[in-house]
């Protein structure tokens, strides 16, 4: 490795982004803690991250609020505030932060200021490091690998690239205080909406999709936010079929339960995309920004992905969703037929 175990006892990971761009860094994360089994790892994020610390506390052991800065759009911007913040961080005496952030345009200035002994991350450009310990930023593939390359370029070896989502006792009583009637593999979750409109397919195409698979013996469950109620009451008017709404009803917890458990997950590509990759609960994911090579789930076998930006068919996700369903289905007949073990029917 560049920098050793025995230097390296205080670690900072810059990565102020949402649920889904967390979960992609989660392999290299293992990867880092794997390398310095000892170190304090402190995430530097979005005030809701401390939830993730406290969910992957094999990982990181601190989480400090990074308060925004010119040029980030995931929060409001106060200057003052930032500049106690590179004051707090000046005085954590990191001995390495990590920019893990993107290709560092707007924030590897930022990195510099707190003053660690190593910082390393990636640049373009636009933004270049004259250090070893940065990488270029890799413009293609997904974004778990993008991260892995980093961890790669600073000697720390892969400790795989499967996703997690660690799940608690809290999450299975969130879960069952719901009392849906459910049974498990035998229903589907669909999650209609997504972080910005953009992303969001129309609620009417994923209530036909819903139709089908209710037609096809599946219980429906409904999952959305307060923030998107909207969006699942327009889908529930298109619908033919009754369905179970669990619009706002849900912890983030509870749902990576019902994920879990469920036969399959629709969604757009979004958080719950890669908590589904995590439980590997097989999925059909509509990507309405363009990069599903980026972003898709990387088992392309139990996950499959439609990229709207190229070919608004619906036709195709249907086509999907019905390939899918049977392959599902044909599979674990194969795995239940008493004939493959030689099992006798009596």
Same mark, same amino acid.
């Given at each position: 490795m560049k920098l050793s175990p025995q230097n390296i006892k205080k670690i900072a990971v810059f990565r102020a982004l949402q649920l889904g761009d967390m979960l992609c860094a989660v392999p290299a994360m293992r990867a880092l803690r794997k390398a310095y089994p000892t170190a304090e790892i402190t995430l /530097?994020?979005? #005030?809701?991250?401390?939830?993730? !610390?406290? %969910?992957?506390n094999n990982?990181?052991?601190?989480?400090?609020?990074f308060p925004g800065c010119q040029g980030l759009p995931e929060q409001d911007y106060d200057e003052q505030v930032l500049h106690a913040f590179i004051k707090q961080m000046k005085k954590e005496k990191f001995d390495l932060v990590l920019q893990m952030q993107g290709n560092g345009t707007i924030v590897n200035p930022l990195m510099f200021l707190f003053d660690a002994k190593h910082v390393a991350g990636f640049y373009n450009d636009d933004s270049y490091v004259a250090s070893d310990?940065? /990488?270029?930023? #890799?413009?293609?593939?997904?974004? !778990?690998? %993008?991260?892995?390359?980093?961890?790669?370029?600073l000697g720390i070896p892969s400790a795989g690239t499967a996703l997690e989502f660690p799940l608690t006792e809290k999450d299975y009583k969130d879960h069952s205080g719901l009392l849906i009637p459910i049974?498990?593999?035998?229903?589907?979750?669909?999650?209609?909406?997504?972080?910005?409109?953009?992303?969001q397919w129309p609620p009417a195409?994923?209530?036909v999709l819903a139709d089908y698979c209710i037609e096809q013996g599946f219980t429906v469950v409904v999952t959305a936010t307060n923030d998107e109620k909207e969006i699942?009451?327009?889908?529930?008017?298109?619908?033919h079929h009754p369905a179970i709404?669990?619009?706002?009803?849900?912890?983030?917890?509870?749902?990576?339960v019902m994920i879990q458990n469920a036969f399959m997950l629709i969604a757009n590509c979004t958080g719950v995309s890669h908590i589904a990759s995590s439980v590997q609960t097989p999925s059909v994911i509509i990507s309405m920004d363009g990069e599903p090579e980026r972003w898709a789930p990387l088992n392309k076998e139990i996950h499959r992905a439609v990229d709207w930006t190229k070919n608004a068919n619906f036709k195709i996700v249907f086509d999907e969703t019905v390939a899918l369903i049977n392959?599902?289905?044909?599979?674990?007949?194969?795995?239940?037929?008493?004939e493959l073990y030689h099992i006798p029917i009596t």
């Open positions: /530097l994020g979005l #005030p809701w991250a401390q939830s993730f !610390v406290d %969910r992957f990982y990181f052991d601190r989480f400090i609020h310990l940065f /990488l270029e930023y #890799p413009n293609h593939g997904p974004e !778990v690998e %993008r991260h892995m390359a980093l961890m790669n370029h049974i498990e593999k035998q229903y589907v979750v669909v999650h209609p909406g997504s972080r910005g409109n953009w992303r195409s994923f209530a699942t009451r327009e889908l529930f008017k298109c619908m709404d669990l619009t706002g009803k849900t912890s983030l917890g509870a749902v990576a392959s599902l289905k044909q599979s674990q007949k194969h795995l239940h037929n008493p």
